[in-house]
């Protein structure tokens, strides 16, 4: 159940990475550390 949510944050951080493509070099990494992030918390809560 918990998975499903996740699997749509991190699609929606896909989307977020595409629209930053033209952006600068750093603020993609920042999109990829915040989507990294969503990931560890929601398979933190998996293991639960």
Do not use: P, Q
């Not at 990475?17 to 918390?41: C, G």
């Amino acid at each position: 159940m918990y998975y499903k949510v996740c699997i749509r944050a991190i699609i929606a951080d896909l989307g977020n990475f595409h629209k930053l493509s033209t952006a600068k070099l750093n603020e993609i990494l920042y999109e990829i550390y915040l989507a990294l992030d969503v990931l560890f918390w929601c398979l933190s809560i998996v293991k639960k």
